[in-house]
């Protein structure tokens, strides 16, 4: 085993599985206010809760057959919803509402990951993984391209901001200056340069996920700047130059993932018809919390 590998999953160290029964698990994001894990099964449209003393419970049905969540500064949920074609965000007072449907005056065609930057801009991937009955729902394509967007802060601005892919899971590195995304058809991830703006440059690329199927998804970074994704195996994991340390192995085959706990070192990986967790000893980057906003009244 790799020394940096262990050091980050040390030997002995084991997978638990927390639920099973789903059709195909997909994006968890831990709420740390709640202390809890949520998480979509997108064809059996519902968005699951656990916490460690109650367990399983539904939190959302129907949910739009939601894939990618995060949380916002401010801890509101951001899902992206195959089947509505939307990117939607939950009010404080548990109001949902759309924030990204069209470009153009063009439907979306499936939003299917999503993270938030410390500024509050959302940028989400919009792949035509959706455009079906059993993932979300038969319509037509039609936009000409599958983009990488950028929602501004305020909302007012929306714009493709890479449009050169087939793009799925997302990454911030974790000063923001990189953008991670993977490319599921092409079976490699691609880093780009973030300005202060939040335009996307010098794409280039960062590593290779050999192997089928469906590799790579979901991405997430750890403190450190390692990157964590889900392929053959399990979760990949490569250091901050692309080399790649090790995999964690999941007994099935992992869509996304996410950190969680009070720590930040627990790994929540969902995995088709069941979500695991693995303890870790290197923390992930915390979602949801005022704490990474420069400024969070640029926060609508």
Known sequence: MNPEFERIFPHGTETAKLGTGFQFTEGPVWDARGEYLLFSD?????????TSQEGLSVFRSPSGKSNGLTLDGRGRLVACEHANRRVSRTEEDGTVVTIASHFQGKKLNSPNDVVVK???????????YGLNPMFG??????LPFYGVYRLSPDGSDLKPVIVDSVPNGLAFSPDESLLYVADTEKNHVRVFDVDAAGNTANGRLFADLPGEPLAPDGMKVDTEGNLYVTGKGGVWVFDPKGVRLGIIPVPELPANLCWGESDWKTLFIAARSS????RL????????????????????
Not at 118 to 128: A, K, L, M, N, W
Not at 137 to 142: I, K, L, N, S, V
Not at 275 to 278: D, E, T
Request: charged fraction near 25%; proline fraction near 12%; avoid cysteine.
């Open 275 to 278: 979500v695991y967790r693995v």
């Open 42 to 50: 997108i064809p059996g449209d519902r968005i699951s809760r656990w």
């Open 137 to 142: 729902t038969m319509g037509r394509q039609e």
């Open 118 to 128: 410390s500024d509050g801009s959302v940028y989400f991937t919009d792949p035509p």
């Open 281 to 300: 000893a290197v923390a992930g980057i915390p979602v949801g919390s005022p704490r990474r906003l420069h400024n969070e009244t640029d926060v609508p």
